[in-house]
Every structure is written in structure tokens, then in C-alpha cells.
């Protein structure tokens, strides 16, 4: 069996005594240092949803050195790197065999990680890495179990930036050994998710954490006071429409506990990978960014066609992914397939999707009211990078099937 630590609130070991008044000065300074010791290490990365690129939806478990080089160059040449997406993510598939020793060494498509790291390094760019803290992998490979601290020591000498650490195998022993209880299995994984993050910490270098539980547990309860700097949602992202939009729009409600240094995670981009339309391509990127979530893609950057490309470098969009105070967007409206989400933007702006999830045209009214406003002085389509008339009490927008009205709005 699987050890794990009882789980303690972060917040009860600064809770008195019952009966023992505690002075506001006192509880004040608690609190900071409770925020401060909390966020050492976490808060100073990722304040602002990390943005790259990860081989999982396309290439994955068959990952090679070649493909990484051949992705950071595209990064380069695409003109994507400028835009923001600088993380290079190699997902499952980079595993060798554990030595006797302990140390887990790639497998022969890697022959060199350090030297790996350092070609994406001298690009501008940073190195992902995965692992799990169960035994295998979700492909079964190596995981972590057990060989945490030897892991993350590794990670940090290649020169690794992020770590994807999944649940997989280790959602077995969590059945297993939580006889169903909900709050025992949020126990056990807060326990090997803290374990992995004390291992990172310990090397002393900067690694975003990111923390895929698939969405279990209500990891956004937990997941940052584990040291996650992301958390996963929700499910696999698949390659259609139907999954995008039933993963983008089920993140309602969610909003509360993304910010600067912690996000939810509704998994990666499917654009480019040949199935998505244009329509839907554009309506992933727009909810994603909406939503304050990481901006993965997940296509073979070097064969990728104009429009992909034109979508994912929408620097309009990514702008609103990017908004400096990270405060991740809600649904406002909702009639059976169209939905309004509003995300509220620095300097008072507002970004707001208008979404028509049917198979035909659909004309979609915006009330000003929805976002406490009368009139909209400066609107901008972002697009189509146009601006548009001011707004007075409400306007229609026409949207495509499976389509997005994107607009940016100014009091
Ligand atoms: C899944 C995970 C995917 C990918 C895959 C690799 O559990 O959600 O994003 O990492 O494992 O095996």
C-alpha cells in the first residue's frame, strides 16, 4: 500500500485554539504569512496562464528529440514564440527503464535531454517534461512512485521548466486504498501531488507545476496549496467539436479560484489537427481565453496550414488570455445552444464571446445590462480586427454554426 500524509488544511494550522480571541494585528499578520509561505516558489510563475505547445494530441507516446527540435524551430519561424507560446512540452513517451539505481533515463529517441534543453533554451524558449506519481503512466511507461526526489533532481539538471504530473496509474491505488470515501481520495491525492512539489522545490529551480487530475477530487479546491500552478478540469480533450464545447462550456462557475500564479486547466488546443473547422478552431481559442486558460497547442507546428496558424496567432485573442490581473470569465446568458460569456478585462474593458453551438446561422442579442452597462463607446471585433459602431442598450450579432462573435468593449 501507498503511504500517504493526512491532509491538514493549510489554513488550520493558524486557526486558535477554540475559545482563544485572536487580535485583528495578530490574524492580519497571520494571513501574510500564511500567503507568503503558501505561495513561495508558485505565485512568481505562471502570473499569467502559460502559453506553448504540447506533443500529446498529435505525436503521442511515439515523441522523438527530432520532433521537439522540429516544434521549437516552427515556434521560431512561425512567429508563435513572439506571440507568447514559449513552452515546449514533451508529454508521455519520453520514458526509458529504471536503472537498478534508481534513475530514470530516457528512452533511445532522446539521446541527450541536457543537450535537448539547451537547444530550446538558446531559441528563447522553455522544456516540458511529464511523469505521474503512480508506478506507470496513463501509456504505460515509468512513473514517478517512489522516485520523486531522484525525478525532479533529473528534470532540474536537463534544464526542465514545467513538469505535467498525472494521476493515472496511481488513481488505482486511490480505489483501492480509499474504499470509495471522497474525502480520503482527495486526501491521497493531495499527498503524492504535495510530494511531487516538494521535490521541485527542493532543487531550487523554477518549474511550473502542473497538476493533471483529470478533474477529480474538485482539484480547484486543493490543487494550488498542493503547489499546483495549473490543475486540469475536467477530461481528456478529444480531437471534435462535441468534446471541445462540452469541456469549454462546462467551466461555469470556475472562475473563483483561477488568479495570477494558479489556473484551471481545461486541457489542451485541438486546432490545427485537421478536424476542427475554422469556425470551431476560432470558437476553442476564444472560450479558452475567455476562460484565463493555458493555451497549449497541440498540432505538428511544422505542417501547419495558414488559417491554424492565423488563429492561434491572434494576438487580439491572445491578449485577452493574457490580461494582466488573470480573472477568468463566467457564462452570462444562456438559450438552449447560444451562450454569452463575459470576462472582465484590466482598466475596466470586458471580453465577451457571443457562441452559437447549432449546425446553422443564428442571429444572437447582446444587452448591455448583462454586463451592468447602458452604452458602449468603443467596440471591437477581435476577429476580424475591425471596430464597430458604439453600442446603445443592445445590438445583434449574426454568428456562424459551431461559430464566435469575439468583441472587446469599452465603456
Ligand atoms: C492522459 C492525459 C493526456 C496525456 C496522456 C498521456 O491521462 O490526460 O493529456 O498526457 O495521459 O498518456
Known amino acids: 500500500m501507498a503511504t500517504h500524509k493526512s491532509f491538514m488544511s ?19 499578520m497571520l494571513i501574510t504569512v500564511f500567503c507568503l509561505s503558501n505561495r513561495t516558489g508558485v505565485a512568481q510563475l505562471a502570473t499569467t496562464p502559460p502559453m506553448g505547445w504540447n506533443s500529446w494530441n498529435h505525436f503521442e507516446n511515439k515523441i522523438s528529440d527530432a520532433d521537439i527540435r522540429a516544434t521549437a524551430d516552427a515556434l521560431v519561424a512561425t512567429g508563435l514564440r513572439d506571440s ?52 506507470l503512466t496513463c501509456a504505460g511507461n515509468e512513473g514517478s512512485m517512489g522516485h520523486e526526489q531522484e525525478d525532479a533532481k533529473a528534470f532540474a539538471k536537463w534544464g526542465v521548466d514545467y513538469l505535467k504530473y498525472d494521476i493515472c496509474s496511481y488513481r488505482k491505488v486511490i480505489e483501492q486504498d480509499a474504499h470509495g470515501d471522497p474525502e480520503l481520495a482527495r486526501q491521497m491525492m493531495f ?5 511531487m512539489h516538494s521535490a521541485l522545490q527542493a532543487t531550487g529551480r523554477p518549474i511550473v507545476y502542473s497538476v493533471s ?13 498542493a503547489g499546483a500552478n495549473l490543475w486540469r478540469t475536467g477530461d481528456d480533450v478529444r480531437n471534435n467539436y462535441l468534446s471541445v464545447t462540452e469541456i469549454g462550456f462546462s467551466q461555469g462557475g470556475l472562475s473563483q479560484f483561477a488568479g495570477p500564479g494558479h489556473w484551471n486547466d481545461p486541457d489542451m488546443l485541438e486546432i490545427g489537427n485537421g478536424v476542427l473547422s475554422s469556425d470551431e478552431g476560432r470558437t476553442q481559442l476564444s472560450l479558452w481565453s475567455l476562460l484565463a486558460a493555458p493555451l497549449l497547442a497541440g498540432n505538428d507546428l511544422s505542417k501547419m496550414d495558414s488559417d491554424s496558424l492565423a488563429i492561434l496567432n491572434n494576438r487580439e485573442v491572445l491578449a485577452i488570455d493574457q490580461d ?33 453551438r447549432n449546425q446553422g446561422p443564428v442571429d444572437i442579442p447582446l444587452d448591455l445590462k448583462l454586463l451592468g452597462l447602458r452604452n458602449a463607446i468603443k467596440v471591437r471585433d477581435v476577429w476580424q480586427h475591425s471596430d464597430l459602431p458604439p453600442i446603445q442598450g443592445s445590438e445583434t450579432f449574426r454568428v456562424a454554426p459551431h461559430g464566435v462573435v469575439l468583441l472587446v468593449l469599452h465603456p
Open 10 to 28: 493549510p489554513l488550520s494550522v493558524f486557526l486558535p485554539p477554540v475559545g482563544r480571541p485572536v487580535r485583528f494585528t495578530s490574524l492580519a
Open 84 to 135: 507568447g507560446y514559449v513552452y515546449v512540452n514533451i508529454d508521455d513517451g519520453w520514458q526509458g527503464k529504471r536503472t537498478e539505481s534508481g534513475a530514470l533515463p530516457p528512452n533511445e529517441r532522446f539521446p541527450d535531454m541536457k543537450a535537448l534543453a539547451d537547444y530550446v533554451h538558446a531559441r528563447g524558449l522553455k522544456l516540458g517534461i511529464y511523469s505521474s506519481p503512480g508506478r
Open 191 to 195: 499527498a503524492v501531488f504535495d510530494k
Open 213 to 225: 487530475q483529470h478533474g477529480l477530487s474538485r482539484g480547484w479546491t486543493w490543487a494550488n496549496q
Open 324 to 356: 494582466i490581473e488573470g480573472r477568468q470569465g463566467n457564462r452570462v446568458w444562456t438559450e438552449g445552444p447560444l451562450e454569452i460569456w463575459v470576462r472582465e478585462l484590466t482598466g475596466g474593458s470586458f471580453a465577451i464571446g457571443l457562441f452559437n
